[in-house]
């Protein structure tokens, strides 16, 4: 009759053998802190930060430049300093000129709001500001167009009538090369002439005829006709038509590329 003998040789080798308790709890032990290990990130190769104070002025110069860029070639802010193109235009608003239109073949035509230089002398003398420096950042500012220019010697008015087209106003009737001009912008209680006869005067080429909204408030090319060009001012002075009130909030307007 066979015996069955116990082995007695060491533990069981086969697969299926259960590891003791004390090894089972050192397996996980290990795996657990495996786990809690995190693996260092590696360096993005690349250029190095630069510290705070380099990257400011940096970013400052670069606005300062756009802003240059987009009031040379695009738009720039003028502020509205009278009430001669009340109501379409009120004290205080800032306004945005298109400067890209006269870039693009654009000329100024009868019925477009405008902004001008002052053709000579239709401005009383600028205050000027006794600080330095608040008159530097200023004039710094207006330069690169974050706000108004410093030396504001810029009119905004009216085209009426353009080189070449006679112009003239009558009791209460404005006419341009003999036709009746209808004028739904004017300001309340005005009438076209607002109490100033003028003309027949045709305007010179090259030059345009302009006058305020609020006509009976407004030292226009009407006041002007003693002056150089008759009172016309010369295409060349001006910067764009008025494109936008952009201030403040409660006056937003916009009157189009070309202020129409």
Same mark, same amino acid.
């Given at each position: ?127 000027? *500001?006794?600080? +330095? @420096? %608040?008159?530097?950042? $200023?004039? #710094? ?10 030396? !504001? ?43 100033? *006869?003028?003309? +027949? @005067? %045709?305007?010179?080429? $090259?030059? #345009? ?10 030292? !226009? ?40």
């Amino acid at each position: 009759m066979a015996v069955n003998l116990p082995d007695t040789r060491g533990g069981d080798t086969g697969a299926g053998a259960a590891a003791p308790v004390g090894g089972r709890a050192e397996a996980r032990r290990a795996r657990r802190a495996a786990e809690g290990r995190r693996t260092p990130k590696a360096r993005r190769p690349g250029r190095r930060q630069r510290p705070w104070w380099i990257e400011i002025p940096a970013m400052a110069a670069v606005g300062l430049v756009v802003a240059l860029l987009i009031k040379t070639c695009l738009f720039q802010v003028f502020t509205i300093p009278s009430g001669s193109m009340e109501n379409t235009l009120r004290v205080g608003d800032r306004v945005g000129v298109n400067k890209l239109a006269p870039l693009t073949g654009w000329e100024p035509e009868p019925g477009q709001p405008v902004v001008f230089k002052d053709p000579g002398d239709w401005l009383p003398p600028q205050p000027t *500001d006794g600080n +330095p @420096v %608040t008159n530097a950042l $200023g004039s #710094v500012l207006g330069f690169v167009g974050l706000v108004p220019p410093k030396d !504001d010697n810029y009119l905004v008015k009216r085209v009426i009538a353009t080189g070449g087209q006679t112009v003239q106003c009558s009791g209460s009737t404005l006419t341009v090369n003999g036709a009746k001009v209808d004028e739904p912008y004017l300001h309340p209680g005005d009438d076209s002439c607002a109490g100033l *006869d003028f003309g +027949p @005067v %045709t305007v010179p080429q $090259g030059y #345009v005829w302009v006058e305020g909204d609020h006509r009976s408030d407004s030292a !226009d090319s009407r006041y002007h006709q003693r002056g150089p060009g008759g009172g016309a001012v010369p295409v060349g002075n001006v910067v764009g038509p008025v494109s936008a009130v952009v201030w403040p909030l409660g006056h937003l307007d916009w009157f189009g590329w070309v202020g129409r």
